[in-house]
């Protein structure tokens, strides 16, 4: 029992790293946010502190006037009595001080990325999957995905945020605080990461039925991995070679296309997720499973059991076509 009582700090500790935590932070905002949490976590603990130890201290040295129900009424006019509540004021003020001060110059740090040149996305909240759409550097057009967000590290990225439906809030704690997504209005956050590495997207506004399965992944990558991966999302979709996923490709345009969007075929719908590059992507049905085949297959016949109320209806198919249309799924990359 004393063992395990002794192994209880440590899981305070456990939140202190991850792909989803703001103690962790990888991007210049993140990193702002966690300085003013650890000054917050510091003063309000050492207060703490400070109170129950005169707490103590005076039920201490109340103790032999308590046992003869003898308590005598504090007397603010001694000197030294009225010193200590000056002194007390004093600190209490000067700590509510240091903690404003903080709090604004975090808040100017944050604004000041406003002023720089940046990558515009643009982010549309849907419940329950998030359509995401980059402005091209060199052509000025708009390249769509979903649910994986790529950033370029050492460069600001400005995410504008709307909303398709309901109210969502978006949400990547190693790289920024958090934002509403609010229907018919535009909120914007910048973010300049500055370590490479995956994280972990959630919506944070409870948005119905599926919210907790609104997540997303979140690479942040050197410039030039960046550029490779936003130009290669730029092209339209391989026609497929293999015959399998050719024969997937019938089915998804019969089945599939008036809903999703493969750029590059007659496949244009906009209800869904575009899936021109959904093999590139780590997950499905926004951070709900892995990307792989079968984990598709599943989600195609069974949406419903996987993700209760997604507005994806199951897609009734022969095995033989269900296997096509994996096999063209995964060819998409
Ligand atoms: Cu969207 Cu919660």
Redesign the pocket.
């Known amino acids: 029992m004393r063992r395990s009582l002794a192994l209880l700090p440590l899981l305070c500790l456990a939140a202190c790293a991850g792909a989803q935590s703001s103690l962790d932070p990888a991007a210049e905002q993140a990193q702002s946010l966690a300085g003013l949490l650890t000054l917050a976590t510091w003063v309000c603990g050492i207060f703490y502190l400070l109170v129950l130890f005169f707490l103590a201290l005076s039920l201490w040295r109340a103790r032999d006037r308590i046992a003869k129900s003898a308590m005598p009424a504090i007397e603010p006019s001694e000197p030294a009595t009225r010193r200590a509540l000056f002194l007390w004021s004093v600190l209490i003020v000067g700590a509510l001080c240091v903690l404003v001060t903080a709090s604004f110059l975090v808040d100017r740090s944050l604004a000041e990325a406003r002023a720089r040149d940046a990558l515009q996305v643009r982010v549309t909240?849907?419940?329950?999957w998030w359509r995401l759409e980059y402005r091209d550097p060199a052509s000025g057009a708009w390249i769509e995905t979903a649910n994986e967000l790529h950033l370029p590290a050492g460069r600001t990225a400005r995410i504008e945020l709307g909303?398709a439906d309901?109210?969502?809030?978006f949400w990547v704690p190693n790289v920024a605080g958090k934002m509403d997504?609010i229907p018919g209005r535009i909120n914007s956050i910048d973010v300049t990461p500055h370590r490479e590495g995956w994280h972990r997207g959630?919506?944070?506004?409870?948005?119905?039925l599926?919210?907790?399965h609104?997540a997303f992944d979140v690479k942040v990558e050197s410039g030039p991995a960046f550029d490779a991966w936003l130009a290669a999302q730029a092209r339209v979709a391989s026609v497929p070679i293999d015959a399998g996923a050719a024969r997937g490709a019938q089915v998804f345009a019969s089945s599939c296309a008036a809903c999703h969007a493969v750029r590059g075929s007659a496949a244009a719908g906009r209800v869904g997720p575009d899936l021109t590059h959904i093999a590139t992507r780590r997950s499905i049905a926004a951070g709900t499973l892995p990307f792989s085949r079968g984990a598709l297959q599943g989600w195609i016949a069974q949406p419903q059991a996987l993700k209760p109320g997604t507005m994806m209806p199951a897609v009734p198919l022969e095995p033989a076509d269900a296997d096509a249309v994996g096999r063209y799924l995964e060819s998409l990359r």
């Open positions: 909240g849907h419940q329950w909303s309901v109210i969502h809030s997504v959630q919506c944070a506004e409870f948005c119905g599926q919210h907790a609104m």
